[in-house]
């Protein structure tokens, strides 16, 4: 279905070689690799249009501010949002959640709850703490099973009136767990409750569609995407942007500014304070186009072709125990081998070449739920092959005999 020698070749960083020997790449998690076409598009912008937008009236400015508008409505439809000003430009999902959280500051009380599940990134997990330690709220939990699955009954339990706010990942960047946010989002809805989507490990492989979800809020990076790091995106409903107060202060989010008062500007640039990352914001139309030039129903299959041939492979060494194996996964695997630490394993393939995230990858709490300090994490995407995945294994192996 995917054209590999091609599409391999629009990467340039999977020519090199690390320690001596051929890149293998299965970091994809933490971030993506970078297209040719995506990184001549920012060379391309400071290098003929380079301006601030929204404010001047000379010509590079108007260009840079189309170029600019013209990205958001392309996430606009990528994501198939209502409205291009429910579009926000962040500076990433972190930025995007603590803009959410820091809004519900002047929306929750003392005695409101706020729902998260065990299987968060420490970015949808901490905003909503110093959000309840604020207001006087309480942080209840979603539980988690050994598979790595969320106890969707035990949800459905803590949903009351006094829920305000469910906030969840649409796929767990360590155990690719997809939750079923569908369920949640309707259930939440019921009782009343906002929620948020944390889309940062779902977005490189599938195409949300916010309004068929109805979520309220649906947040992901640019650089998971292959797009450039420093942007992300907001997507919030229209009702629920005008509700939350901005999160920061400055230019371009204002309408009037005296000493006595401000007036806030209309969306999306009552949350864009200050310049943006205007490259960022651009080149992330860029990423998006090449994504869906590829085709984002080829990508999921091939993805998910990838996770279980290395799943069957990784099930061949003695020792070898993945974490999170719910029946539903993204294309990533989490596991250690034997009593060997994660950082060990990590070290010595990174001799030969091969790049994996080792630790808790910002989930502390699921490391502690099987009792563990990390472990190694193998994510996958479109431009890996079969052949890596032989090769990961073979040093798997020589990793293992070295440890033992």
Request: charged share 20%; proline share 4%.
């Given at each position: 279905?995917?054209d590999?020698?091609?599409?391999?070749?629009?990467?340039p960083?999977?020519?090199?070689?690390?320690?001596?020997?051929?890149l293998?790449?299965?970091?994809?998690?933490?971030?993506?690799?970078?297209p040719?076409?995506?990184?001549?598009?920012i060379?391309k912008?400071y290098?003929?249009?380079?301006?601030?937008i929204h404010?001047?009236?000379?010509?590079?400015?108007?260009?840079a501010?189309?170029?600019?508008?013209?990205?958001?409505?392309?996430?606009q439809?990528h994501?198939n949002a209502?409205?291009?000003?429910?579009?926000i430009?962040?500076?990433?999902?972190?930025h995007?959640?603590?803009?959410?959280?820091?809004g519900?500051?002047?929306?929750?009380?003392t005695?409101?709850?706020?729902?998260?599940?065990a299987?968060?990134?420490?970015s949808?997990?901490v905003?909503?703490?110093?959000?309840?330690?604020?207001?006087?709220?309480?942080?209840?939990?979603?539980?988690?099973?050994e598979?790595?699955?969320?106890?969707i009954?035990?949800?459905?339990?803590?949903?009351?009136?006094?829920?305000?706010?469910?906030?969840?990942n649409h796929?767990?960047?360590?155990l690719?767990?997809?939750n079923p946010i569908e369920y949640m989002i309707e259930?939440?809805?019921?009782?009343?409750?906002?929620?948020?989507?944390?889309?940062?490990?779902?977005?490189?492989?599938?195409?949300?569609?916010?309004?068929?979800l109805?979520?309220?809020?649906?947040?992901?990076?640019?650089?998971?995407?292959?797009?450039?790091?420093?942007?992300?995106?907001?997507?919030?409903?229209?009702?629920?942007?005008n509700?939350?107060?901005?999160?920061?202060?400055?230019?371009?989010?204002?309408?009037?500014v005296?000493?006595?008062?401000?007036?806030?500007?209309?969306?999306?640039h009552?949350?864009?304070?200050?310049?943006?990352?205007?490259?960022?914001?651009?080149?992330?139309?860029?990423?998006?186009d090449?994504?869906?030039e590829?085709?984002?129903?080829?990508i999921?299959?091939?993805?998910?072709e990838?996770?279980?041939?290395?799943?069957?492979?990784?099930q061949?060494?003695?020792?070898?125990k993945?974490?999170?194996?719910?029946?539903?996964?993204?294309?990533?695997?989490?596991?250690n081998?034997g009593?060997?630490?994660?950082?060990?394993?990590?070290?010595?393939?990174?001799?030969?070449?091969i790049?994996?995230?080792?630790?808790?990858?910002?989930?502390?709490?699921?490391?502690?739920?099987?009792?563990?300090?990390?472990?190694?994490?193998a994510s996958?995407?479109?431009?890996?092959?079969?052949?890596?995945?032989?090769i990961?294994?073979?040093?798997?192996?020589?990793?293992?005999?070295?440890?033992?």
């Amino acid at each position: 279905m995917l054209d590999l020698q091609k599409i391999r070749a629009d990467f340039p960083i999977l020519i090199q070689k690390v320690n001596g020997k051929q890149l293998v790449y299965f970091d994809n998690g933490a971030t993506s690799q970078k297209p040719k076409v995506v990184i001549d598009a920012i060379t391309k912008y400071y290098e003929e249009i380079n301006a601030n937008i929204h404010r001047g009236v000379h010509t590079l400015s108007q260009l840079a501010t189309d170029a600019y508008e013209v990205s958001r409505r392309k996430i606009q439809n990528h994501i198939n949002a209502k409205f291009p000003h429910e579009v926000i430009f962040t500076s990433g999902t972190t930025h995007a959640i603590n803009a959410v959280a820091n809004g519900f500051v002047s929306l929750l009380k003392t005695g409101d709850e706020v729902l998260v599940s065990a299987l968060e990134h420490h970015s949808n997990i901490v905003p909503w703490q110093m959000l309840c330690e604020r207001t006087g709220a309480f942080l209840k939990v979603i539980p988690m099973n050994e598979t790595g699955e969320l106890i969707i009954p035990e949800f459905d339990k803590l949903l009351s009136d006094k829920t305000k706010i469910v906030a969840v990942n649409h796929i767990s960047n360590a155990l690719g767990t997809i939750n079923p946010i569908e369920y949640m989002i309707e259930k939440a809805h019921e009782f009343g409750a906002a929620i948020l989507i944390d889309g940062a490990q779902a977005t490189p492989h599938l195409k949300p569609d916010v309004q068929s979800l109805d979520c309220d809020f649906y947040v992901f990076s640019g650089h998971k995407i292959c797009g450039p790091t420093g942007v992300g995106i907001l997507y919030g409903k229209e009702t629920w942007l005008n509700k939350l107060p901005p999160y920061q202060g400055g230019g371009e989010m204002i309408a009037t500014v005296t000493f006595e008062k401000t007036t806030y500007a209309d969306l999306p640039h009552k949350f864009e304070a200050g310049t943006p990352n205007i490259e960022g914001g651009i080149v992330l139309g860029t990423a998006l186009d090449y994504l869906n030039e590829i085709g984002f129903d080829d990508i999921a299959a091939y993805e998910q072709e990838l996770l279980v041939y290395a799943t069957e492979k990784l099930q061949q060494i003695d020792g070898l125990k993945i974490y999170g194996t719910a029946e539903n996964k993204a294309s990533v695997l989490s596991f250690n081998i034997g009593g060997i630490h994660p950082y060990d394993i990590g070290t010595i393939i990174d001799k030969l070449g091969i790049a994996v995230r080792t630790g808790h990858h910002c989930a502390q709490p699921i490391m502690d739920f099987y009792n563990i300090p990390g472990t190694i994490r193998a994510s996958f995407a479109f431009y890996n092959t079969k052949e890596e995945i032989d090769i990961f294994v073979e040093a798997l192996q020589k990793a293992k005999m070295m440890l033992s």
